[in-house]
């Protein structure tokens, strides 16, 4: 009886790690999905980015415009903000350049990218 009722235990502890795996899979490619998007759309400023063009060029600014059109509400803000924190770390990408960027492409960003932006707090 005893045994059984771990064999029980034990069968259901997979079922339920199965049952787990397959819920957070979904989860990180959907956040996953958005960030790419917006790193997709920034690989072709990797130039201006790191501080090795003076002028970011016409393919890279018609993604920066399209990063700034999908931001239309808060909390898409917000998730672009985490979006471009990481790839801001991740591309060790110059602060200057980073900061000019929307200007430069005529996009009116109403934050700052920084390192240490809190993105909780963009409206
Ligand atoms: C970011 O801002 C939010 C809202 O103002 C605040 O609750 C949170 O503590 C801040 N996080 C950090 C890391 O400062």
Do not use: H, W
Not at 44 to 54: E, I, P, R, S
Not at 56 to 84: F, H, M, N
């Amino acid at each position: 009886m005893k045994k059984t009722t771990s064999a029980f235990a034990a069968v259901l502890l997979l079922v339920m790690l199965a049952a787990v795996q397959q819920l957070a899979v979904p989860v990180v490619l959907a956040d996953d999905v958005s960030c790419s998007g917006v790193i997709n759309d920034l690989s072709l400023c990797l130039d201006f980015l790191q501080g090795n063009a003076g002028q970011p060029s016409d393919r890279c600014c018609t993604g920066v415009k399209a990063i700034y059109a999908a931001a239309d509400t808060a909390a898409a803000r917000q998730a672009t903000c985490e979006c471009l924190k990481s790839a801001y770390n991740m591309v060790n990408a110059d602060l200057y350049a980073t900061q000019t960027l929307p200007g430069a492409c005529g996009v009116p960003l109403s934050y700052t990218i920084s390192p240490d932006i809190n993105c909780s707090q963009i409206e």
